[in-house]
């Protein structure tokens, strides 16, 4: 069994600043790990996930996340946020090795980019 | 449109009440999966087919729940008696058995009043 903590539920940040979302999971197995970003009353779109290879990913609109083996953390960085980036963020696992690819995610963390 | 389409997006009940939910995932995507999720929370797995074969059921997936998806296709996911706590945000998604990415649909609000 998998589960996944997000440890910040409401991140605030001004725009053009930094900004950083926490993420650990636990896992017998080894896994996937995504990033989904939710806006309001809308599904989920995937924002990066990492597979295999560089630690390190990336999405196209400024996101990174890096995963961490022995901290089993997959946190989402992006160096400058935009009042457009204001939604949720959810971390998510997937099992490696079983057929299912079902998601375990996270509680989710609200992004509120302030002007 | 290609993406996953779920119908309808909103749905207010009244306790008791069935209700009916469609999800037709992308063309060609052979996995199906639902989610619920409450406010606040994360989406939770409640149940998984591969083509037309439900392969995983969550135990969050009570004896009022049932689930098909007849001939591979779309999928529909049916409450019995609804309660209350059966308020929710109803997510579908699709993937091939190729894919690591699951696609989601906007999803289908429930209101149970």
């Known amino acids: 069994a998998q589960s996944v903590t997000q440890l910040d539920s409401q991140v605030p940040v001004f725009e053009e600043a930094p900004v950083e979302l926490r993420c650990n999971y636990s896992s017998s197995v080894s896994v996937y790990l995504f990033w989904y970003v939710q806006y309001p009353n809308q599904g989920l779109q995937l924002l990066l996930k990492?597979?295999?290879?560089?630690?390190l990913v990336e999405s196209i609109n400024g996101f990174e996340a890096e995963f961490n083996k022995s901290q089993t953390s997959f946190h989402l960085r992006k160096p400058s946020v935009h009042i457009s980036d204001t939604a949720e963020y959810f971390c998510?696992?997937?099992?490696?090795?079983?057929?299912?690819?079902?998601?375990?995610f996270g509680s989710g963390t609200r992004l509120q980019v302030q002007p | 449109d290609t993406g996953v389409s779920q119908d309808p997006r909103h749905k207010i009940t009244k306790r008791g009440q069935n209700v009916t939910f469609r999800c037709d995932p992308i063309?060609?995507?052979?996995?199906l999966y639902w989610y619920r999720q409450t406010l606040g929370q994360g989406p939770e797995f409640l149940t998984y087919f591969q083509n037309e074969a439900q392969l995983e059921k969550s135990r969050l997936l009570s004896d009022r729940f049932s689930a098909e998806r007849p001939k591979g296709s779309f999928s529909t996911l049916e409450i019995q008696r609804t309660e209350q706590g059966d308020s929710a945000m109803y997510l579908c998604?699709?993937?091939?058995?190729?894919?690591?990415?699951?696609?989601f649909g906007q999803g289908t609000r429930l209101t149970v009043v």
């Open positions: 998510a696992v997937s099992a490696m090795d079983t057929g299912r690819r079902a998601l375990t």
């Open positions: 990492y597979l295999s290879g560089s630690t």
């Open positions: 998604a699709s993937s091939t058995t190729q894919n690591t990415e699951a696609f």
């Open positions: 063309s060609e995507h052979n996995r």
